[in-house]
C-alpha cells in the first residue's frame, strides 16, 4: 500500500519519500513503482517523460525521522496495529512542518484513537486507499470528532490532486468500505467452508453477476488473509455482530501461513514472482 501511495502522490506532482521499518525493502518498493510506470508506458498511459519525471519526484530514506522532514503531508500505511501506527505518526509529527496533515491509512482502526495523545489531533484524519492503488479510484476520507475543518478540505484536495474520487464518512468501525466489504468476504469463505461453491465459482458468481472486478475470495488474497482477520477480528469486538466473526478456515489459512498473494497462497495458489 506505501509504495501505491507513493506513486499517486509523485503522480500529483509531489517531491515524495518512502520509507519503512526494514529499508533492505524500499529498493523493491521502488522497483514496483518503476514496473507501474514502465506498464502504463507501454499502454500509452504514460509518455516516457512524464514516466521519468514521477520516479524522479520519488526518494528513500532509513527513518521516520529523515523521510517526514519538512513534509507537509505525511501519509503512513503500517499494519493495522493502533499503538504503532500511534508511534509512527508521533515520530512523523517532531519532524514534519509544524502544520502538517497527517494521516492514516487504516482501513478499520479509530482514527480518533489513534489522533489521541499526538500533539496536533485536529491535524491526523483518515485517508483509506484501495489496492491496487493505481488502478482504484476510491479514497475514503475519515473525519474523526478531532479533526479540523481545514484538514478535512485539505484531505478533499489531496484526493482530487491524486485523481482519485473521495467518499468522506465518519470516524465508525469498519467506516463504510471495509464494513461492508468484510462482510461480502466472510460470507464468501463461509460458503466455501459450506461447500456450497468452489472458490472461483464463488468468485466468479460475484464477477459476472454483479460487475464485481473481482470477486470476494480473490480479493482476500490480494490484501491479506491476516490482514482481513485482523480487521474481522476488531469490527467483531467492537461492533458484537455475528456476521463479523472471523470463520475458522480463515484462522486456519493464517495459522498454516496462508496469507494470500504475497506468500504464494492463500484461497488460490500463485506461482512465485
Known amino acids: 500500500m506505501g ?88 515520530q512523523a509529527a517532531k519532524s514534519a512542518n509544524p502544520d502538517a496533515l497527517l494521516a492514516s491509512n487504516t482501513s478499520s482502526l479509530s482514527v480518533a484513537a489513534i489522533a489521541q495523545g499526538q500533539a496536533r489531533p485536529e491535524r491526523i484524519i483518515g485517508l483509506h486507499f484501495f489496492n491496487p492503488v493505481h488502478l482504484m479510484r476510491l479514497v475514503e476520507i475519515v473525519v474523526p470528532e478531532s479533526a479540523s475543518e481545514s484538514a478535512r478540505q485539505e484531505a478533499l484536495e489531496i484526493v482530487r490532486a491524486m485523481s482519485k474520487e473521495a467518499v468522506v464518512v465518519k470516524d465508525s468501525p469498519g467506516f463504510a468500505s471495509s464494513r461492508l466489504g468484510v462482510v461480502l468476504g466472510l460470507e464468501a469463505m463461509r460458503m466455501l467452508e459450506q461447500g456450497v461453491a468452489s472458490a472461483d465459482d464463488i468468485d466468479r458468481a460475484m464477477e459476472l453477476g454483479y460487475n464485481h472486478p473481482m470477486g470476494p475470495l480473490k480479493l482476500t488474497d490480494l490484501v491479506g488473509l491476516d490482514v482481513r482477520l485482523r480487521i474481522a477480528e476488531h469490527l467483531h469486538s467492537t461492533l458484537r455482530d ?32
Open 242 to 273: 455475528a456476521q463479523y466473526e472471523p470463520p475458522a478456515i480463515l484462522r486456519r489459512l493464517v495459522a498454516e501461513g496462508r496469507l494470500g498473494k504475497k506468500t504464494g497462497g492463500g484461497f488460490y495458489d500463485y506461482p512465485p514472482t
Open 3 to 90: 509504495r501505491g501511495i507513493a506513486h499517486a502522490s509523485a503522480s500529483a506532482g509531489w517531491e515524495t519519500v518512502l520509507t519503512d521499518a526494514h529499508p533492505d525493502t524500499l529498493p523493491a518498493a521502488v522497483a514496483s513503482i518503476e514496473g507501474v510506470l514502465q506498464g502504463a508506458v507501454t499502454r500509452q498511459k504514460l509518455t516516457p517523460q512524464d514516466a521519468d519525471r514521477i520516479r524522479a519526484r520519488i526518494g528513500t530514506e532509513g527513518s521516520v525521522a529523515q523521510a517526514c522532514r519538512g513534509a507537509d503531508l505525511v501519509i503512513e500505511a503500517v499494519f493495522e496495529n493502533l499503538e504503532v501506527k500511534r508511534d509512527v505518526l508521533g
